[in-house]
């Protein structure tokens, strides 16, 4: 399985982005798809999980301000990110079934 991450950029604090994970390979149908984020010096954190059936799950820090969603037609998950503190500044991850990998995408939130 193969992810591939976009999306991240530099935005003002309030701002908004999203991000999108194109996922490629031996999909199962049923599955959980994932975002992650490591901030500069900090371990790396769930931000939000869906399941292939749409299940969602947040952590508390995002939550009512990021909204994860996915096509599965296109084997493609978003995450949309509203409302954006200087403290979401990290590197992104998307992950499939807690075993792959993308490369990462940096959202920097700065004025």
């Known amino acids: 399985v193969q992810l591939q991450a976009s999306g991240g950029g530099l935005v003002q604090p309030g701002g908004s982005l999203r991000l999108s994970c194109a996922a490629s390979g031996s999909i199962f149908s049923i599955n959980v798809m994932g975002w992650y984020r490591q901030a500069p010096g900090k371990q790396r954190e769930l931000v939000a999980t869906?399941?292939?059936?749409?299940?969602?799950n947040y952590a508390d820090s995002v939550k009512d301000r990021f909204t994860i969603s996915r096509d599965n037609a296109k084997n493609t998950m978003y995450l949309q990110m509203n409302s954006l503190k200087p403290e979401d500044t990290a590197v992104y991850y998307c992950?499939?079934?807690?075993?792959?990998w993308g490369q990462g995408t940096l959202v920097t939130v700065s004025s």
């Open positions: 869906i399941s292939s059936g749409g299940s969602t």
């Open positions: 992950m499939y079934q807690y075993m792959y």
